[in-house]
Every structure is written in C-alpha cells, then in structure tokens.
T-cell receptor
Framework: GAGVSQSPSNKVTEKGKDVELRCDPISGHTALYWYRQSLGQGLEFLIYFQGNSAPDKSGLPSDRFSAERTGGSVSTLTIQRTQQEDSAVYLC????????????FGSGTRLTVV | QQQVKQSPQSLIVQKGGISIINCAYENTAFDYFPWYQQFPGKGPALLIAIRPDVSEKKEGRFTISFNKSAKQFSLHIMDSQPGDSATYFCAARWRTGTASKLTFGTGTRLQVTL
C-alpha cells in the first residue's frame, strides 16, 4: 500500500484481557518502530526492528508487552493482561533504512482499557 | 540524557503571526534533529530536519534555528495559517551500533486563530 496501515484503528478492552495490534509497513521499508503516545507524554519508544537483526526491545515498559515481525513485513504488538495505564495511542512507523530520520507513521491504534 | 525537552506545551497565534517552538537536549551524540507535524487522528509526519553543523534551515514558511553551543533548537513558522494548527514534535536521532532511534519531545499544540 501507499502508507503504513494499522489495525484496528480503535480498540476497547477490559482490564486483564490480551490485545494484539497490527502494523502493515510500506513495502521495502526495512526498519519498523512502535511508539506509544499518551496525553501530554509525547512519543515513547517501545521497540525497533531492522531487517534480520535482533529487535531493540529496550523501550518495552514491562514483560506484558511483546512484539514480533514476521518475514520482515507485518508486525504485531501484543499486550497481555492489559491495565488501565496501557490506554494510549500506539503508533507504528517505518523507514527505508537503519539510519533514516524520516519515519512514515501510521494513523495509530487508540487503545482504551476499561 | 536521551530526553529532548520541548516548550511551550500549547501555543495560540493569530493568523499571519510567527509561531515559535523551542527544544533543548543534553546528549551531544544526537546527530540529526527533525521536526514532525501531527494532525488529529493522524500519525506524525516529517516536516523539516537539520544537522548540528548547520545553524539554520529554511523550507518555505518553516525555519529551524540551531544553537549547538547552547544545545537548543527551535522551529519558526512564519505567516502562520489556520491550516498550520496541529501538534508539533521536535526529535533527535541517536545511533546505536547498526541502528538509530528518534527521541521525541512532548509536543506543542499550536492553534492559529483568524
């Protein structure tokens, strides 16, 4: 597709449930990032995939968060046993190369934990 | 030390005025400083970027001013228009081994009034 596609666009879940968020990157973009955007908190880095290298998981806030990228393409971010503080917009971004500063962001998934 | 501090949190400017958003950093390892623009319901989009060896970069009505010694940089929007109303994020790139990441400021919500 022409851009980064994220699904679902909105997700409401009950506290304690698991959720999966999906990111379809731009074809050929080797680098893929997940960020979390909370009100007044800016964009918080979560995890980074680059080609076949081991992912950089240094931003994941707890072991309830995990992500994978299959075949260097689609990525899923999984949050287990969701908590109310997990409510935020989860943004996926991709770029053409490891050292790019120009990310293309998707429109995000707004997660609400009730 | 990977933080980028951004101010103000919100800004109201009259149409035709100059909007100024400021950012500061501590880590001298940052090697690129992009600005992103985000409209409601959309992901951030790259607006303009500058290297630390350049003091100013201009693209249309948007100018980045960079003060390396003070570790500060700012975005100036000349002749601000209602269509510029959005949230603006400054960012800084740092390279880790074979990869790089962007650290974002907390964002400035700009409203341009008629």
């Amino acid at each position: 597709g022409a851009g980064v596609s994220q699904s679902p666009s909105n997700k409401v879940t009950e506290k304690g449930k698991d959720v999966e968020l999906r990111c379809d990157p731009i074809s050929g973009h080797t680098a893929l990032y997940w960020y979390r955007q909370s009100l007044g908190q800016g964009l918080e880095f979560l995890i980074y995939f680059q080609g076949n290298s081991a992912p950089d998981k240094s931003g994941l806030p707890s072991d309830r968060f995990s992500a994978e990228r299959t075949g260097g393409s689609v990525s899923t971010l999984t949050i287990q046993r969701t908590q109310q503080e997990d409510s935020a917009v989860y943004l996926c971004a991709t770029s053409t190369a490891a050292y790019s500063y120009g990310y293309t962001f998707g429109s995000g998934t707004r997660l609400t934990v009730v | 030390q990977q933080q980028v501090k951004q101010s103000p949190q919100s800004l109201i400017v009259q149409k035709g005025g100059i909007s100024i958003i400021n950012c500061a950093y501590e880590n001298t390892a940052f090697d690129y400083f992009p600005w992103y623009q985000q409209f409601p319901g959309k992901g951030p989009a790259l607006l303009i970027a500058i290297r630390p060896d350049v003091s100013e970069k201009k693209e249309g009505r948007f100018t980045i001013s960079f003060n390396k010694s003070a570790k500060q940089f700012s975005l100036h929007i000349m002749d601000s228009q209602p269509g510029d109303s959005a949230t603006y994020f400054c960012a800084a790139r740092w390279r880790t081994g074979t990869a790089s990441k962007l650290t974002f400021g907390t964002g400035t919500r700009l409203q341009v009034t008629l």
